[in-house]
């Protein structure tokens, strides 16, 4: 999808914040209005255009009331800390969403954790997960769930005495304004509450889909992680609380590139024989 835009110098002083550059469609050199760009983003490809009216519309609204993020995450149980994302306003993101994304999964008791064997870690809500309040939902939502289905899963299935259980969640719990890829410092103030969902799920692996979800399970365990070829990281399973995590692409991704479905089957296939072999 393309836009064709005439910027004024506002806009443009927007959209260089931003690190988009724009270029003439008949020429290699930046010009500043009359021009067309594109964005690949997490979900999809946005237009610059609707980054740039999203940035003017942020500009002009008053900005949003933060409030600290709570201490004593590491100590909340699963329903406090269920109320305690739906609430968040630690950081610009609460001022446009819809609803958070907290996760879905295998059913359990009020206020508990379920108890499940998978944890299906993706990156940031998009525009419908946003409306409805769930991940992975839309096209991506059922190719996750023919993916999960191949493997014998679903994401409302309770865990049996043979096994199984997913829960599916982001790193983040808001989605960024057109899809944008998240802020590190918007990571830094979500990856808490994901941090706490891992330890009381107590998952018996995890599948990080997507280059945030990688760096922000497997940053402090990885040596220079940003540097390194997503392709180059799977194929390996690493680390994260002492649960065993298996890389893999986002199905958001997949949709876009058919020809590697194949790679993420492979992926899943590691991590079901790295558990079956741990049993």
Request: negative net charge.
């Amino acid at each position: 999808m393309t836009d064709t835009l005439h910027l004024d110098q506002r806009q443009r002083a927007m959209l260089a914040e931003m690190g988009v550059r724009v270029w003439s469609p008949l020429s290699e050199t930046p010009v500043m209005d009359a021009a067309v760009v594109e964005i690949e983003q997490p979900h999809g490809f946005v237009a610059a255009g609707e980054l740039a009216t999203q940035a003017i519309a942020d500009a002009i609204k008053p900005a949003p009331i933060l409030i600290q993020r709570p201490d004593g995450i590491d100590q909340m149980d699963w329903s406090t800390l269920h109320t305690t994302v739906s609430g968040c306003q630690a950081c610009s993101l609460c001022s446009s969403r819809q609803h958070t994304v907290f996760g879905v999964g295998a059913p359990a008791a009020d206020g508990q954790a379920p108890q499940v064997d998978w944890l299906i870690v993706g990156e940031t809500p998009g525009e419908e997960e946003d409306l409805q309040g769930k991940p992975f939902v839309g096209q991506v939502g059922q190719l996750l769930d023919n993916m999960l289905g191949a493997m014998k899963l679903s994401r409302t299935g309770a865990r049996t005495a043979e096994g199984g259980g997913v829960y599916i969640a982001n790193v983040l719990k808001c989605r960024p304004p057109g899809n944008r890829n998240p802020k590190p410092e918007e990571v830094a103030q979500c990856l808490p509450y994901l941090e706490r969902q891992v330890a009381l799920l107590k998952p018996k692996m995890i599948v990080a889909m997507g280059r945030f979800a990688v760096q922000a399970l497997l940053r402090d365990s990885v040596p220079e992680l940003e540097g390194t070829p997503y392709g180059k990281l799977r194929g390996r399973v690493y680390q994260y609380q002492n649960v065993p995590v298996v890389v893999t692409y986002h199905p958001a991704y997949v949709l876009r590139n058919l020809s590697e479905k194949a790679k993420v089957w492979a992926d899943l296939c590691l991590a079901m024989a790295h558990l079956k072999g741990s049993e």
